[in-house]
């Protein structure tokens, strides 16, 4: 990732070369949101908190792009926005973050729920101290459910090896629940030869990666052995070949 200035300009929007960062501006023209609400149970968010019945129930989206997955992610999980805030007083509210700037300012323009739905920019690699802000503003040390979607290989590939894993210690790290949907390297791959056909230097860590193959073990072999999670579930593939998967973290 870049810093939050970084911003995909007009003539970018049909070619999916011209994002490096990830932060295609005609996203979900390609990869609707329907594409993995379809495999995530609507009833997931209230088996998560049934433990935490008296808390406001938090969600992150990593990357969220222009918000049109994380406001149908809450209307999936949430099902009514009149179940948003229910009789025990617990609310469901979601924060959504992306490094570019325009693409939130248009979440935040067209955001329907704004008393349960945030938007703001911020580069997770660079500072992570707003959502630190945002759980003490909830009386919460952590996020019930964290959703980090086609998001891991932009790290991977822009920071290299000891960043994707700094990033996923610290999601785990804030989350109850982590789920995630990693690109295989053969997303990788074709990602770098967009970059290479426009002409472009190649991704800086690319060809110096060490972790590579099969990238979604890796993430769970980190998460089980280094930041005390379990892997809970997985939801099925994307068309994309892609996995969803939903870990827990461990009670010591």
Not at 126 to 140: C, E, P, V
Not at 229 to 248: A, D, N
Request: proline content about 4%; overall charge negative; hydrophobic content about 35%.
């Amino acid at each position: 990732m870049a810093t939050c200035t970084t911003s995909t300009d007009d003539k970018d929007i049909t070619d999916p070369g011209a994002a490096p960062h990830g932060n295609f501006i005609n996203y979900y023209t390609f990869n609707p949101p329907e594409e993995r609400l379809r495999l995530i149970p609507a009833t997931l968010l209230q088996e998560l908190r049934r433990s935490e019945a008296h808390e406001d129930t938090l969600v992150l989206d990593v990357g969220c792009n222009s918000g049109d997955l994380s406001v149908a992610l809450y209307k999936h999980l949430v099902q009514e926005p009149a179940c948003a805030e229910e009789s025990e007083n617990r609310r469901v509210h979601l924060l959504g973050f992306d490094l570019d700037e325009k693409l939130i300012q248009r979440a935040q323009q067209t955001n329907p729920l704004p008393d349960y739905i945030s938007f703001i920019p911020l580069d997770i690699t660079q500072d992570t101290h707003q959502l630190q802000d945002y759980l003490n503003q909830h009386g919460s040390s952590h996020f019930h459910l964290c959703a980090c979607l086609a998001v891991t290989m932009w790290i991977h590939l822009n920071h290299g090896d000891s960043s994707l894993l700094q990033m996923l210690s610290h999601l785990a790290s804030i989350s109850q629940h982590l789920l995630l949907e990693v690109q295989p390297w053969k997303c990788y791959r074709s990602a770098a030869r967009r970059l290479r056909k426009l002409g472009r230097s190649d991704f800086e860590h690319f060809k110096t990666l060490k972790i590579q193959g099969d990238i979604a073990e890796h993430v769970r072999e980190h998460l089980e052995k280094h930041c005390s999670m379990e892997l809970l579930q997985i939801f099925g593939c994307t068309t994309w070949s892609r996995k969803l998967m939903l870990f827990k973290r461990r009670r010591d």
